[in-house]
């Protein structure tokens, strides 16, 4: 028994490394030979652990060699998350670190509680096997607690090829870690000594640790930024194409209302005929003239929208007031509140409760806005904005924070509520 528990004692690191990476990993496993890569990465990092029993434990160079040790264990994890799992060698090591910084918390916690044991009078007897099997129990807690902590905060890992910096840092984190035990070890063994570099230690733990964590919100923040530009010169090009075709179809009404009044005075006509040709046409022209020419694209084209799926929609903006808006803003502010509205507005069941309005009311310096619609499914919030409700979300949500984005560049706000169905959007923009 004693000797089995020699082994555990001096395996434990390597195994505690090993379950406290394996306990953070975000990457799915490989699907090509998947049991074929795990046995093997198995069987190697099980030999690799256990050559730690060849290591003299004491010596000169007990310590260089125990260290060596660690950070071969360290590399050999990272390199089987790369053979048995999905992604770059960026996000092994990604993955890797923030596993390697999680032991080691819980390493120089469990070390503050022993060392405040024995400054109170009570040592811990380490070989004792309660001792040992309790600490192993604590440690499998913290692990499955962790898994379930970084579950609840990503859900995927964002690419994180070509970030150098990640890979550099999974490369060196263990060596100032290893370094700074050693240092604890070669120090006289007084408490109070141990106690000061353990609660150092911890502290420089959390910051690594969320700086890893700051890597990824950044990698996100900036892909959705990205996406939400993407979205804006889509939805640019999609209005230029649509105005292109309004002022085809403005001109040619307007040619056909010409021929009509020259054929009723030239000629018998059926009157009852002609003034449905006149109501056709008219349906065609150019419904909004707020005097912004890009405002007045994007007005027309909810407007067509919404008489097409029968939406009472109500408009009143002096499109002179925006000429300060850059157009991909005008086109991000406006573009993405009407689509939002209208496609909540057409899957009202009820025809007489599909309204829409907009209106916009000058103070000074200041223009505030107000549009509201009806809607008829539940709305779930994500944050501040609704959450999407579209099945592929992962590449939809960003209208209302590049609607956001757009407002805050110009010194504005917006406030969103929903109440009795009906959905309120209440922004302001500040004039330069």
Same mark, same amino acid.
């Given at each position: ?147 379930? #902590? ?66 990824? =919100? ?8 990205? @996406?939400? @530009? ?139 806005? =107000? ?31 590049? #609607? ?17 169905? #009906? ?10």
């Amino acid at each position: 028994m004693s000797a089995f528990l020699t082994v555990i004692s001096r395996c434990a690191p390597a195994f505690a490394m090993l379950f406290a990476v394996l306990s953070v990993n975000l990457l799915p496993l490989r699907r090509d030979r998947a049991w074929l890569r795990l046995g093997c990465s198995g069987l190697g990092l099980l030999l690799l652990i256990l050559t730690v029993l060849l290591i003299p434990e004491s010596g000169p160079g007990a310590l260089s060699g125990r260290a060596l040790y660690y950070y071969a264990v360290y590399l050999g994890i990272g390199l089987s998350l790369v053979v048995c799992c999905e992604g770059s060698i960026y996000e092994a090591a990604y993955v890797t670190a923030i596993g390697q910084l999680w032991q080691h918390l819980l390493y120089s916690l469990s070390s503050i509680v022993f060392t405040l044991l024995e400054m109170a009078g009570h040592p811990v007897n380490h070989s004792a096997p309660a001792v040992t099997f309790a600490v192993f129990f604590i440690y499998f807690i913290a692990y499955l607690t962790m898994r379930l #902590v970084l579950g609840r905060i990503f859900h995927n890992l964002i690419s994180l090829q070509g970030y150098t910096s990640i890979l550099l840092a999974g490369l060196l984190l263990p060596i100032p870690l290893t370094v700074m035990n050693l240092l604890i070890t070669s120090l006289p063994q007084e408490p109070q000594n141990l106690l000061y570099f353990r609660i150092y230690s911890v502290l420089i733990v959390f910051a690594a640790y969320f700086m890893l964590i700051s890597v990824q =919100h950044n990698k996100v923040a900036r892909l959705e930024i990205e @996406r939400i @530009r993407q979205s804006n010169l889509l939805q640019k090009e999609r209005y230029e194409l649509q105005k292109e075709l309004i002022d085809r179809v403005n001109v040619r009404a307007h040619d056909l209302k010409k021929q009509l009044s020259r054929m009723e005075a030239g000629a018998l006509y059926d009157r009852s005929a002609m003034e449905e040709i006149r109501r056709e046409l008219s349906e065609y022209e150019q419904y909004v003239n707020s005097g912004n020419g890009t405002l007045d694209v994007i007005l027309t084209d909810a407007a067509v929208r919404c008489r097409e799926a029968g939406i009472r929609f109500s408009c009143l903006v002096d499109g002179r007031e925006l000429a300060f808006l850059d157009t991909i803003d005008l086109y991000a502010i406006f573009g993405n509140l009407l689509d939002n509205a209208i496609t909540a507005a057409a899957a009202v069941r009820d025809p007489e409760n599909r309204i829409l309005s907009l209106k916009m009311n000058p103070v000074g310096q200041l223009l505030y806005f =107000h549009m509201f619609n009806t809607y008829e499914n539940d709305l779930r919030f994500q944050g501040e904005f609704p959450k999407t409700t579209k099945s592929d979300a992962e590449n939809h949500g960003f209208g209302m924070k590049s #609607v956001s984005l757009s407002l805050k560049k110009y010194g504005g706000e917006m406030l969103i509520s929903a109440e009795n169905r #009906v959905f309120n959007v209440n922004f302001m923009l500040k004039k330069p």
